[in-house]
């Protein structure tokens, strides 16, 4: 279904492009905008009762790839290493733990996707981190550690969730 929410959110994949440009402006405002984006899109599905299922995915998928798109592009241009832009990442690799857990326990097809509180924490971080890196910011190590420890909590989280669905 496309609503005024999905819209926003599929908004994400063509502001990544601008990462494309040499403008740090451009980049500042594509970032911006998908910080907005974010925060809106899941603000106006819920006011207008149009939550769905495909929304629940879209929103984090373009999340993922406008993250990924502009820390690519980063990467190239020698503003972050490899271990750095992987633990900015690392989240997703905690995702991938735990869906692999859901379908060893069978729990696949019963859960309820949604977000958790660590997993907007991380994304909120990530944006604010790729604002730093356009602007030529070193970050102190501590920071990329961070998002190893967000991306563990939001697999905890999602554990502790899948239990409380399950004694329901």
Not at 9 to 35: G, H, K, N
Not at 133 to 157: H, K, M, Q, R
Request: glycine share 6%; net charge positive; with cysteine.
């Amino acid at each position: 279904m496309l609503t005024i929410s999905n819209c926003l959110s599929f908004l994400r994949a063509p502001l990544a492009f601008l990462f494309l440009t040499e403008s740090t402006a451009l980049r500042i405002l594509a970032i911006l905008l998908a910080m907005i984006t974010d925060s809106v899109d899941g603000y106006l599905a819920r006011r207008s009762h149009s939550t769905s299922k495909f929304g629940a995915i879209l929103d984090p998928v373009m999340d993922k790839f406008f993250v990924y798109f502009a820390l690519t592009v980063i990467f190239f241009e020698g503003k972050i290493k490899m271990w750095q832009a992987a633990s900015m990442i690392s989240r997703d690799f905690f995702l991938c733990l735990f869906g692999l857990y859901l379908l060893i326990v069978n729990k696949w097809k019963g859960f309820q996707l949604q977000s958790v509180r660590w997993g907007k924490v991380t994304t909120a971080m990530q944006f604010l981190v790729l604002i730093g890196l356009t602007l030529n910011f070193v970050f102190p190590s501590i920071i990329f550690i961070g998002f190893i420890i967000f991306g563990a909590l939001a697999f905890f989280e999602l554990f502790q969730i899948s239990i409380n669905q399950s004694m329901v």
